[in-house]
């Protein structure tokens, strides 16, 4: 039997991790990404104040970690989406569905009682490395 493999993955095009974690690994034919919020990569500040501008900023900052692992939207198997409140789930949707046009991916999405930062949002990924 081989040995499993393990890369990490960072860009300085998505928001760095704010805790003892990597934006994303690559395992197995897969890259697994960590939660991601609305911040912006060079700030650090939260961006946007509602879900629409939020969820449009997260999926941006996911998109460039999948893009520095090899991968990218269009490669998402699973997400698991974190919504504060579940009463957004509907203006979530829009924006989400926009990035995912196509063969959507599977999805899980809970309402939390809090995110990091105090956001609005959290979206975490499962996708298939390039071949």
Do not use: H, W
Request: glycine fraction near 8%; proline fraction near 5%; hydrophobic fraction near 45%.
């Amino acid at each position: 039997m081989g040995t499993a493999v393990k890369t990490t993955v960072a860009t300085d095009k998505a928001p760095a991790a704010i805790g003892p974690y990597s934006q994303a690994i690559k395992a197995g034919g897969f890259v697994f990404t960590s939660g991601v919020i609305p911040l912006d990569p060079a700030s650090g500040e939260i961006v946007g104040e509602n879900i629409t501008e939020q969820t449009e900023r997260v999926l941006a900052n996911l998109k460039a970690v999948l893009e520095a692992a090899g991968s990218g939207l269009d490669k998402v198997v699973k997400t698991t989406c974190f919504l504060q409140n579940l009463g957004d789930f509907a203006a979530f949707n829009e924006v989400y569905a926009s990035a995912f046009t196509s063969d959507p991916p599977a999805r899980s999405t809970v309402q939390v009682a809090k995110l990091p930062r105090e956001v609005l949002v959290e979206v975490e990924a499962v996708a298939l490395l390039s071949e």
